[in-house]
């Protein structure tokens, strides 16, 4: 089986700065697509930031220029390093991977990660 296990979360002050990790363990053949989504109380799951496998990212506009997607293919690790935090980036963060076992892709989620931001 495949796990992702999500660290960083926590609690900031606005205009702080955290870093999500996201590490894929199991029986991985490839990773293609990583990503960030967030759930705040009330809303929506809305996708964050994405990255494929070739380094391609994608943000949603709330985030661009603030936050930044990366990833480790060696470690099999997603990261999102969020600077300039607002009260409104406060929710639950999700790691997703898109990710073939054996020869059959399969979505994966993270259990989440609570990032709050508050004076």
């Known amino acids: 089986q495949v796990q992702l296990v999500e660290s960083g979360g926590g609690l900031v002050q606005p205009g702080g700065s955290l870093r999500l990790s996201c590490a894929a363990s199991?029986?991985?053949?490839?990773?293609?697509?990583m990503g960030w989504y967030r759930q705040a109380p009330g809303k929506q799951r809305e996708l964050v930031a994405s990255?494929?496998?070739?380094?391609?990212?994608n943000y949603a506009d709330s985030v661009k220029g603030r936050f930044t997607i990366s990833r480790d293919n060696a470690k099999n690790t997603v990261y999102l390093q969020m600077n300039s935090l607002k009260p409104e980036d406060t929710a639950v963060y999700y790691c997703?991977?898109?990710?073939?076992?054996?020869?059959?892709?399969?979505?994966?989620w993270g259990q989440g990660t609570q990032v709050t931001v508050s004076s």
């Open positions: 997703n991977a898109y990710i073939v076992v054996g020869l059959v892709p399969y979505d994966y």
């Open positions: 990255i494929t496998s070739g380094g391609n990212t």
């Open positions: 199991g029986s991985i053949f490839s990773i293609h697509r």
